[in-house]
């Protein structure tokens, strides 16, 4: 039971930590944590459906529908009708949303840049490793618990 309290504790850290690099951006700094949560997931996976920000999510269409009004009002996210089947419309960043998005990339690599020169190789490599095997359990946890 330690061990796993250690490993939610270091998460906990780095999650903490992390939106620390955010402070950089004042627009990001007055968003809802669910609103940079798919600011970041359309950012780093691209344009999505409403329906599938609900499924990763885990929440209903209707509770995704609130926010990215909210969003699109703040004007970080706009709808765009499919060109191949106009009943879908994908969610994508807005000028505004890819500059808030860009400035996190920029504010993240910085922080990356001095971590890797602060870190020898060959720890960066099991840390690496280490990343890859915790979200692959974690997708297969996520997996297990939707089927």
Same mark, same amino acid.
């Given at each position: ?10 998460? #906990?850290?780095?999650?903490?930590? #992390?939106?620390? +690099?955010?402070?950089?951006? $004042?627009?990001?700094? /007055? %968003?809802?944590? %669910?609103?940079?949560?798919?600011? %970041? #997931?359309?950012?780093? &996976? ?5 329906? =599938?920000?609900? $499924?990763?999510?885990?929440?209903? $269409? ?10 699109? /009002?703040?004007?970080?996210?706009? /709808?765009?009708?499919?060109?191949? =089947? /106009? ?22 690599? &910085?922080? %990356? ?19 890859? &095997?915790?979200?692959?359990?974690? $997708?297969? +946890? ?6």
């Amino acid at each position: 039971m330690e061990t796993v309290q250690e490993i939610l504790n270091s998460v #906990f850290d780095i999650v903490l930590n #992390f939106s620390k +690099i955010f402070s950089f951006n $004042k627009e990001a700094e /007055r %968003m809802r944590t %669910m609103e940079l949560y798919i600011l %970041m #997931f359309i950012g780093l &996976k691209g344009p999505t459906k409403m329906t =599938d920000l609900a $499924k990763v999510y885990s929440m209903t $269409k209707s509770n995704i529908t609130l926010i990215i009004d909210e969003m699109e /009002r703040k004007n970080l996210v706009h /709808r765009k009708r499919s060109s191949s =089947d /106009r009943r879908i419309i994908h969610i994508h960043l807005s000028r505004k949303g890819k500059a808030v998005f860009n400035s996190f990339v920029e504010s993240f690599k &910085k922080a %990356m840049d001095k971590f890797i020169q602060e870190v020898p190789q060959e720890d960066l490599q099991v840390i690496s490793l280490g990343f890859e &095997k915790i979200v692959s359990a974690m $997708k297969q +946890i996520a997996w297990d618990e939707t089927s």
